[in-house]
């Protein structure tokens, strides 16, 4: 994994009751080791418990009583009600560690790993928000987002830039995005980022 990507995994994010409060990203965290369990899928009072009592549970996954944190996932609900993010991005370690950390967030995801998959998936599946890497083979970032912006039924969907461009904002505006994500990635500002575009929608 490019550690490069994130800059702020050192904060105690709150994954589904699991505080990761070193800098190593939770998907590359080991799991469990019990039947039916997994690191995500243990409650908060779960998580607790484990990590303070259960010697069975490997020593690496033990973790500490979570701080408090000002990063907290969005309250549960129907599935499909859960926003719907597309991630763009060609590089599949990145991919992979923004769908960890969404889908902990309580985000549903879907993914493009070029241009024209992700113009095809958003006309596919008509997501509340799109993360689009700006540098990505056959069609880049910045042609599929004008793609995506003169399609009927897209036009109102926020697009937010990632990239690690100097000087790249108000080119990615020009484009059509609607704000930036620079590279390495802030978790806490990426969060909320996310979260106030899907509530304002595209600023046409």
Request: glycine share 6%; hydrophobic share 40%; charged share 25%.
């Amino acid at each position: 994994m490019d550690t490069a990507f994130w800059r702020a995994w050192e904060l105690p994010c709150h994954t589904e009751g699991i505080a990761y409060t070193d800098t190593t990203p939770p998907a590359v965290r080991s799991a469990p080791e019990q039947p039916g369990m997994s690191a995500l899928s243990l409650s908060h009072a779960e998580a607790l418990s484990h990590s303070a009592s259960d010697e069975r549970l490997p020593r690496t996954t033990r973790v500490p009583v979570p701080h408090m944190s000002t990063v907290q996932p969005p309250e549960p609900g129907p599935q499909e009600r859960l926003p719907l993010v597309l991630i763009a991005e060609d590089h599949e370690d990145s991919r992979d560690a923004l769908r960890t950390l969404l889908d902990a967030f309580g985000f549903r995801v879907v993914e493009a790993g070029n241009g024209r998959e992700a113009v095809e998936r958003a006309l596919a599946d008509r997501p509340d928000v799109i993360l689009m890497d700006m540098m990505m083979p056959y069609v880049d970032g910045f042609q599929a987002t004008r793609e995506i912006r003169a399609a009927e039924g897209l036009r109102g969907v926020p697009i937010l830039a990632i990239t690690a461009m100097e000087g790249a904002r108000q080119r990615v505006l020009d484009a059509g995005c609607d704000d930036l994500v620079p590279k390495p990635i802030d978790v806490r500002a990426f969060l909320e980022q996310v979260r106030v575009w899907i509530r304002r929608g595209h600023s046409a």
